[in-house]
């Protein structure tokens, strides 16, 4: 467990960070990414040539015998969750850091990306239970607080289960929110939930991954433990056929996720720990911008 004096370093650390590469990086690249998307009904008015028929008030045009056409304005200030895989599988890592720390990371980049424009952040933590729900606000003292709890939650629950968050992430916040999934996405039966979800929400799955949850070294006979269960069980990682597998698997999961992200109309970043998120970060707010 961390003291109080290494979490406010730590948390000052992010802040840092966080702030140099918000500043740097995604100086309007953020925010262009995603305005926009939601837009709120402003007035109505005598229609003029040129408006879009599909926002003629049909009703309003009845009552004064000639037509009147809606009037939207964007709506400036967006709400960002971001629902945080707190799970013993992202305490894995072999390279540069464990994928929870890149988590974290990533948690606060964002968080500090949204507070810097005036946009509201909040949190869902979940292992196989929703742990935690922090409601969106902005605010600087708000994204600390955020980073502060990305640094120290600790899961009650022992597996991983996206769909009670999904669910609960549907049910509890009322406006259009962009939401970013950061998880290793070691699991299954998201698929409904993450479909429901989208269609009132912009979700981004984060997928985080360690080159060791891909390619298992050849280095004989192993006991490992799963990280969530505890059981533990001997592996000959000497055998090809093994290590075949176990890339296999590694391939069927990867493969679920990107499939049932596809289906529900969500996009799907790869990160691997040791990689450099803010790359990958930066070329999805370009490319959505486009």
């Excluded at 960002?80 to 929870?100: E, N, P, Q």
């Excluded at 933590?125 to 955020?146: M, T």
């Excluded at 049910?171 to 429901?196: C, E, H, M, P």
């Amino acid at each position: 467990m961390l003291t109080t004096t290494e979490i406010l370093k730590k948390v000052r650390e992010l802040e840092i960070k966080s702030k140099k590469i918000t500043s740097d990086l995604f100086t309007g690249e953020y925010h262009s990414a995603f305005k926009g998307k939601g837009m709120s009904f402003k007035e109505v008015r005598e229609y003029a040539a040129g408006d879009d028929i599909r926002f003629i008030d049909w009703n309003v045009s009845a009552r004064f015998g000639h037509p009147f056409s809606k009037l939207f304005e964007e709506e400036r200030e967006l709400t960002v969750m971001l629902l945080v895989d707190i799970s013993r599988s992202t305490l894995f890592g072999t390279t540069h850091a464990r994928k929870r720390d890149i988590v974290t990371e990533i948690g606060a980049v964002l968080s500090f990306a949204a507070v810097n424009n005036g946009d509201k952040i909040g949190v869902i933590f979940y292992s196989d239970i929703v742990e935690k729900y922090i409601p969106p606000k902005k605010g600087k003292q708000h994204a600390l607080y955020i980073v502060r709890e990305l640094l120290t939650m600790e899961p009650k629950g022992k597996g991983t289960a996206m769909q009670p968050a999904l669910r609960y992430f549907n049910n509890s916040t009322r406006q259009k929110s962009i939401a970013f999934v950061l998880s290793d996405l070691v699991d299954a039966g998201y698929g409904d939930a993450l479909r429901i979800a989208s269609r009132k929400h912009d979700i981004i799955g984060i997928k985080l991954y360690d080159q060791m949850d891909q390619v298992l070294p050849n280095a004989g006979l192993l006991q490992v433990q799963d990280a969530e269960s505890g059981k533990t069980q001997w592996v000959d990682s000497g055998n090809a056929f093994v290590r075949h597998q176990y890339e296999q698997e590694f391939f069927r999961v990867t493969e679920y996720a990107v499939s049932h992200f596809k289906k529900a109309g969500c996009d799907l970043l790869h990160v691997r720990t040791g990689d450099d998120y803010v790359k990958v970060l930066q070329r999805f707010f370009l490319s959505r911008n486009r």
